[in-house]
């Protein structure tokens, strides 16, 4: 079941500060979304439960908590569960984007990505989800 | 699609550090590669790689992003293979690694952090 009808509020968790910054940027000016950011899967739960984001923007690749793994935990909690999430990752191999897929997430972007069209791509995958 | 001005001057400041980040993880990889490309400093290197795979291109650095790719992926195999004597490819990733330390050392003045 949808939700809003427009995406406005975006949680991103990424352990790379540089990704963080850039996606934060376009995202807030280029498409004037309203964005939070946390750098590690533990913060995330909690940083979820806090913003209640529309949309949750996963890195695969993290240490500690990874992508995989910080999806389950927000699966597990009745404030999170529903929330979409989509992954993102360096990753290019179909049969791991099908893995992702698998375990509930609404989509998968690609790192690196182009910071004047992210706000697009996830748009579409909310939209569409 | 043209970027509002306050998006391009912070970008380029964030590149300007990705840069200056880029050229201390030349340095690092420099220093493993010196002490010999082997088991014990592949997570190091693979997440060096991975970090340079995955930000690199949102920089407009992607030859940088794609040798990256290489030696990631590679460090990838090597890590479920056998030790740098019995596999050739871990010569391989070294050389990998010294280009992807060329390509950084390369860049053109343009793209360096103002030393000023």
């Known amino acids: 079941m949808k939700g809003n009808a427009t995406l406005r509020r975006v949680l991103y968790v990424d352990d790379e500060p540089d990704i963080l910054e850039v996606a934060r940027l376009a995202l807030e000016l280029i498409s004037h979304l309203t964005v939070t950011t946390c750098s590690s899967g533990r913060e995330a739960v909690a940083a979820a439960i806090a913003f209640k984001p529309d949309l949750i923007l996963l890195d695969v690749m993290m240490p500690d908590m990874d992508g995989p793994m910080t999806l389950a935990a927000l ?12 992954f993102i990752t360096a990753t290019v191999q179909s049969s791991e984007i099908e893995r992702l897929l698998s375990l509930g997430a609404i989509g998968v972007i690609r790192k690196p990505f182009d910071p004047l069209k992210l706000g697009d791509e996830i748009d579409a995958l909310w939209t569409k989800r | 699609m043209s970027a509002p001005r306050a998006y391009t001057d912070v970008m380029q400041e964030l590149r300007s550090r990705f840069i200056q980040r880029t050229i201390q993880q030349r340095e690092q990889l420099k220093t493993l590669a010196a002490a010999g490309i082997a088991p014990a400093n592949l997570p190091e290197i693979l997440h060096i790689c991975h970090n340079l795979h995955g930000t690199a291109g949102v920089f407009d650095l992607a030859e940088i992003g794609d040798i990256a790719h ?17 596999d050739p490819r871990w010569k391989e990733l070294a050389v990998v690694i010294d280009n992807l330390c060329d390509l950084i050392a390369a860049l053109p003045p343009r793209d360096l952090p103002d030393q000023a």
């Open chain 1, 75 to 86: 699966q597990g909690r009745s404030e999170t569960a529903t929330m979409p999430v989509a």
């Open chain 2, 70 to 86: 290489q030696a990631e992926d590679l460090g990838k195999i090597l890590g479920q293979t056998q030790p740098p004597a019995l």
